[in-house]
């Protein structure tokens, strides 16, 4: 990994990753809401953001900024094509684009007064977001990249914390249904449920 961050455009450029992001995350959505009504009344009815607080708020627009910064960053990146590297990364970026998918669709199938539980839901409560961390950390280490690996890790851990609101809204829309599927289900897959949920 490089110490000092490369910065030349170039066909062979992580931007590809960012394109196959970008695909594997909103392609699906917009074809799927074109197709269901009941998806596209989800996505018209539900708040863009759950109702977040002045530092939510601030947490949330840092989250995007580095979010975008990565994906400009991704344009001047070269890949180090034929290295472990690359290869390592490009396999973890793949098992996070075949999560995402997988749990996309529990999220398009299950009726609009429920909460997704199924799936990928048994085993972590934001599924998406978490194929969306694997996939990031995915491209830091396939651009053999510490400044993209870092960034990609402040966006995770702000992440973290901006799912709160989201399942504060959850329990406001679901009642105890979700409350009973936070008791019996962890945030992220693989780290044990905490005592405190919220």
């Not at 799912?163 to 329990?171: I, L, N, Q, S, T």
Request: hydrophobic share 50%; proline share 7%; charged share 15%.
């Amino acid at each position: 990994m490089s110490i000092i961050p490369a910065f030349e455009i170039g066909l062979w450029n992580a931007w590809i990753f960012t394109v196959a992001f970008i695909v594997f995350h909103a392609g699906p959505t917009i074809v799927i809401t074109q197709i269901s009504k009941d998806l596209k009344k989800r996505f018209s009815e539900t708040p863009a953001n759950p109702p977040y607080n002045k530092t939510e708020r601030k947490i949330e627009i840092s989250a995007y900024v580095i979010l975008c910064l990565l994906s400009i960053y991704s344009i001047f990146l070269p890949l180090p094509l034929g290295t472990l590297w690359f290869y390592t990364g490009l396999a973890i970026f793949i098992v996070g684009a075949i999560m995402s998918q997988i749990a996309g669709v529990p999220w398009a199938t299950t009726p609009l007064e429920q909460p997704v539980t199924k799936g990928l839901y048994r085993y972590s409560r934001h599924p998406i977001y978490f194929a969306m961390f694997i996939q990031l950390i995915g491209v830091g280490i396939a651009s053999a990249s510490w400044l993209f690996l870092s960034l990609s890790i402040v966006f995770i851990i702000l992440m973290n914390i901006l799912v709160k609101p989201e399942e504060r809204f959850c329990c406001e829309t679901y009642g105890n249904a979700y409350r009973e599927y936070m008791d019996r289900t962890p945030r992220w897959i693989g780290i044990p449920k905490s005592a405190k949920t919220l």
